[in-house]
Antibody, heavy 114, light 106 residues
Framework: EVQLVESGGGLVKPGGSLRLSCAAS????????MSWVRQAPGKGLEWVGR??????????DYAAPVKGRFTISRDDSKNTLYLQMNSLKIEDTAVYYC?????WGQGTLVTVSS | DIQMTQSPSSLSASVGDRVTIICRAS??????LGWYQQKPGKAPQRLIY???SLQSGVPSRFSGSGSGTEFTLTISSLQPEDFATYYC????????FGQGTKVEIK
């Protein structure tokens, strides 16, 4: 059974950093294209970025609002995907989901506030 | 970037009604489109993939159609558990979500 479990959310000040984790089970992360999606309070879904599978180069793409500040990486030994978020802004406040095909995690809340 | 325009943004309907939601892409995306349902406090769940294929376990009252730039999600007979927000998602070039359609009880 495929499961995705996000963790690492919390309260951080503007300009700060946070690393989110997405622990995967039921499939091998390195063979998957993985995405991060976020949802600000009361707002719609917004794609954040993705990592290609190892066989497709393992490269990453990012949405314009986070490019240069967020980085997606993967630890194959832990079957875990990461989202490193730097230079956080108030508008980054959202629930962050990782997604693989039809499978989504439960999300983790990131609050950026002074 | 591909933009997705979803309409309406909200609608009120009664149990048993037929409901149609439309998504238009700013450029052709083939059939690289999915439809998602989201209930408050929960992660989105995929209903339709490849524009018209029903996700396993999803009731047959949900259907999708379209290709290229215009897509439709239809709920043939609205049930109480269908009151939720629906999003389209294109994955032809990166990902773009529609703005969402909130389906409320009339």
């Amino acid at each position: 059974e495929v499961q995705l479990v996000e963790s690492g959310g919390g309260l951080v000040k503007p300009g700060g950093s946070l690393r989110l984790s997405c622990a995967a089970s039921g499939f091998t992360l390195s063979y998957a294209w993985m995405s991060w999606v976020r949802q600000a309070p009361g707002k719609g879904l917004e794609w954040v970025g993705r990592m290609r599978s190892k066989t497709d180069g393992g490269t990453t793409d990012y949405a314009a609002p986070v490019k240069g500040r967020f980085t997606i990486s993967r630890d194959d030994s832990k079957n875990t995907l990461y989202l490193q978020m730097n230079s956080l802004k108030i508008e980054d406040t959202a629930v962050y989901y990782c997604a693989y095909r039809p499978f989504w995690g439960q999300g983790t809340l990131v609050t950026v506030s002074s | 970037d591909i933009q997705m325009t979803q309409s309406p943004s909200s609608l009120s309907a009664s149990v048993g009604d037929r409901v149609t939601i439309i998504c238009r892409a700013s450029q052709g995306i083939g059939n690289d489109l999915g439809w998602y349902q989201q209930k408050p406090g929960k992660a989105p769940q995929r209903l339709i993939y490849a524009a018209s294929s029903l996700q396993s376990g999803v009731p047959s009252r949900f259907s999708g159609s379209g290709s290229g730039t215009e897509f439709t999600l239809t709920i043939s007979s609205l049930q109480p558990e269908d009151f939720a927000t629906y999003y389209c998602l294109q994955h032809n070039t990166l990902w773009t979500f529609g703005q969402g359609t909130k389906v409320e009880i009339k």
